[in-house]
């Protein structure tokens, strides 16, 4: 049974920092896809940040353009869990933020990355909000 659940969110002054946690339990981190979506109020849920859990380095992760520099995906598998560490925060990331995990993967040229669309994911946590001010 997969269940991932976050926390972590708040609310901080724009300038600081947060970590946001991913506890997972169902063996996702053995081998999947992991990745951490948002959704502005009025807006679609995006991708944040990508990775894929099984440590090879056929695998790139992936940061949209506008977290570059200020936030790093990371795994701790002794503690099944998975970190997205944000810097620098803009009052831009208010957002809820989710934990997602899948299977799915595209592989090319010996280069293999984790989807970045909602639908390609198979479960997910039940968020925690990040408030920038």
């Known amino acids: 049974h997969v269940q991932l659940v976050e926390s972590g969110g708040g609310s901080v002054r724009s300038g600081g920092s947060l970590r946001l946690s991913c506890a997972a339990s169902?063996?996702?981190?053995?081998?999947?896809?992991m990745a951490w979506f948002r959704q502005a109020a009025g807006k679609e849920r995006e991708v944040v940040a990508n990775m894929h859990t099984g440590g090879s380095r056929s695998y790139v992760p992936y940061y949209h353009d506008s977290v570059k520099g200020r936030f790093t995906f990371s795994q701790d598998n002794a503690n099944n869990t998975v970190y997205l560490t944000m810097n620098r925060l803009k009052p831009e990331d208010t957002a809820m933020y989710y934990c997602?995990?899948?299977?799915?993967?595209?592989?090319?040229?010996?280069?293999?990355?984790?989807?970045?669309?909602?639908?390609?994911?198979?479960?997910w946590g039940q968020g925690t909000q990040v408030t920038v001010s």
């Open positions: 169902g063996g996702v981190l053995n081998s999947n896809c």
């Open positions: 997602a995990s899948g299977p799915k993967t595209f592989c090319s040229g010996g280069v293999c990355r984790c989807p970045r669309t909602p639908d390609t994911y198979d479960y």
